[in-house]
């Protein structure tokens, strides 16, 4: 990504929540203002994938998957931790979405994976409506840790000893947001009550909330859920601040 670590933060709140029949998978990725003006917001569409196109801030060129779905019903998400010149942690996600086909192929390919590159540190849901893994990579280290309930990561790792030095503020954002998010996907049944958490304020408009609005103009630069339950794949997505826009939804994979 960047090499000036505070300059150049990327966040994110991404999780997982289990509801009657299946899942509801979401990222909101949250960007600096730079970055917003270049229209970085970029969906791959196959008939094997839908997902939402990685960027690697400091080349400007699209790399591997930020959010993203295949056609077997398995997604995956990041979050970002520490920027470094290594492979970007969206490259794993991409292969991810490309080969996994059940559980076990999940520990397999990002051992063989991080066992041929640094990575920078980031964190990784890998979700089907039937399991789930939480990974986080951060060079040659790597943790997979299989999770059963619903939940939502930020910017800190949990599983890799390993921590960023940030801004003081990025720092707050990160543990509000998990916070937040973590005591409000209890509650979630539905999709809407998944869109009211994506664009809560809490505790105010600002740059700790999920729907993040940074002094600088940036913030959340989209928001994407994915809902599957029985045969029904859709995505729902919106670019800008969740607050301001509505969701637009597409069935994926459809017979």
């Known amino acids: ?27 909101n990725r949250d960007l600096q203002r730079e970055y917003l003006a ?6 791959q569409s196959t008939p094997e994938v839908y997902a939402l196109k990685g960027v690697n801030l400091k080349t400007k060129e699209l790399e591997g998957v930020s959010i993203g779905v295949n056609r ?16 970007t942690y969206d490259v794993l996600c991409e292969r ?42 951060f060079k040659n280290a790597f943790q997979v840790q299989e999770i059963e309930t619903s ?17 003081k503020v990025r720092e707050e954002s990160s543990v ?18 998944l869109k009211s958490m994506l664009r809560s304020h809490i505790p105010g408009k600002g740059e700790l909330s999920i729907c993040n609005h ?12 994915i809902q599957i339950q029985g045969d029904y794949v859709g ?11 509505d969701y637009c939804t597409v069935q994926l994979f459809q017979k």
Not at 38 to 43: A, E, G
Not at 73 to 84: D, P, Q
Not at 107 to 136: C, K, T
Request: aromatic fraction near 4%.
């Open 96 to 137: 991810l979405l490309d080969q996994v086909r059940s559980k076990s192929d999940v520990p397999r390919i990002v051992n063989d994976f991080v066992s041929h590159n640094a990575l920078q540190g980031g964190r990784i849901l890998v979700s089907s409506p039937g399991w789930m893994y939480l990974i986080e990579v």
């Open 151 to 167: 939940i939502a990561i930020t910017n800190n790792f949990s599983l890799i000893s390993h921590q960023a030095e940030r801004p």
């Open 1 to 27: 990504m960047q090499e000036c670590k505070s300059r150049h933060e990327i966040e994110c709140t991404v999780g997982v929540v289990h509801i009657s029949g299946g899942i509801l998978f979401f990222k």
């Open 72 to 87: 077997h019903k398995i997604c995956v998400a990041n979050t970002h931790v520490e920027s470094t010149d290594d492979v």
């Open 214 to 225: 940074q002094q600088d103009g940036g913030g959340t630069e989209s928001s994407h859920i």
């Open 176 to 193: 509000n947001r998990l916070e937040v998010a973590s005591r409000m996907i209890k509650d979630i049944s539905n999709i809407g009550m």
């Open 38 to 43: 270049n229209r970085l917001t970029v969906v």
């Open 235 to 245: 995505w729902s997505s919106l670019v800008g601040h969740p607050c301001e826009n």
